[in-house]
């Protein structure tokens, strides 16, 4: 059996579908090493992976002025500085020492040179559609097209940004390839542009963990690019929910859900007001979970039920609907309770996942946080409570995902790069 290094950061939803993962390889005898932010450490004990601590906790950083400009689009704001990511190499570096092959997330992508200097196979594995393309730009997966030319436009976007992200870290990248792994530079534009890449790591292999029946795959991938399913890890079955929260659910009408994960909000209780207003026009009640980003309210209607988190594989199954930020993890619990979503993302991916739900006929609308106001999601509300044809097409959906397993799924293509 093989020595594994899963090398993920960020915040809960960048971690736990690779814990699900590290969980399926230790099952089927690999060693397994979680090398992932510090400030999950409790998280991958308490589940029996073996850790290894990468500095950089997510909450903090993305709490911070640089980190809400962020999270707020401004794609100017560096959330990792040259003294954290070097830090984070050299962790990296000493994680992944001894072992057979490393398991990539897309926040860990750096783990392509420790892979290189290792000698030793690497694979990607993403939440998102991540892979150039001609059917749609990069993050924009919900916006396909078949056109020549804008798939021409498609293509130079992912290009674009790959080559945009090497140059403003590749002097670092580059320091640290010679200085500590004792490789040579990479050429100025990039991995791509190598003459002589190493035979495992060119193309980088890609498992893309999220389900062919939400963002089927284009066609114009090649082999490298494999479809799996999603990482479900199953956090419900060690959860006792308070006795208020089990009463609060048993009650009529069954609640909505509320939720933004990591996402913090320059004015949470302005977000929260909007939310409860919206709630309350429409005389429905919600579980609120106040996340990272604290959202909350100090005097709340009996109507609203606050908790700081509750395990979503046991909360989403009990409530009517969610209304969350569209990242990728929490979307993907929605779609495997079958429960329809009302996304106000904040950036990146999440407007995406929003669009894409619509069009899978789960969701009523897409709200962006930034001008988000209570008549839009009034309205947004409304449209669930008295359209049956969400939650049908939520429970289709949830009957196609429950003939996938994506954790075997990933296992077996990473164990066909080990022989």
Known sequence: MAHITVLTIGSRGDVQPFCALALGLQQRGHQ????????????????????APISGNYQELMSSPTGLEFLEGDNSATLINDELRWRQLLEGWNACQGSDLIVLSLLGLWGYHLAEALKIPAILAAQI?????????????????????????????????????WRKNHKLFNQFRQEVLHLPPLPWAGA?????????????????CYSAAVVPPPSDWGLAIQQGGYLFLDTANGFTPPPALQAFLEAEPQPFYIGFGSMISRNPEKLAQTVISALE?????????????NI??????????????????????RVAAAIHHGGAGTTA???????????????ADQPSWGRRLEQLGVSPATHPQKG???????????????????REQ??????????EDGVAQAISIIESYLK
């Open 333 to 347: 619990a929605t779609l495997k309770a079958g429960i329809p979503s009302i996304v106000v993302p904040f950036f």
């Open 296 to 317: 909350g309210k100090a005097n709340l209607p009996p109507s609203i039920y606050m908790i700081d988190e509750v395990p979503h594989d046991w909360l989403f199954p």
């Open 32 to 51: 397994v090493t979680l090398a992932s932010s510090v400030n999950f450490a409790d998280f991958a004990s308490q589940l029996g992976i073996p850790f």
């Open 372 to 390: 988000l106001t209570c008549d839009q999601l009034t309205s947004s509300i409304q449209a669930i409570v008295d359209n049956a044809s969400f």
């Open 129 to 165: 559609p991540i892979a150039s393309t001609r059917a749609f730009p990069f993050l924009r997966f919900a916006e396909r097209t078949d056109q020549y030319w804008p798939g021409l436009v498609n293509v130079f976007s992912y290009r674009l940004l790959e080559f945009l992200n």
């Open 394 to 403: 939520a429970q289709q959906l949830r009957t196609k995902l429950q003939a």
């Open 192 to 208: 791509r542009y190598r003459r002589n890449p190493p035979p495992t790591l060119s193309p980088l292999p890609t498992i893309n």
């Open 281 to 293: 026009a429409n005389q429905q009640r919600a579980v609120i979970c106040s996340g990272w980003g």
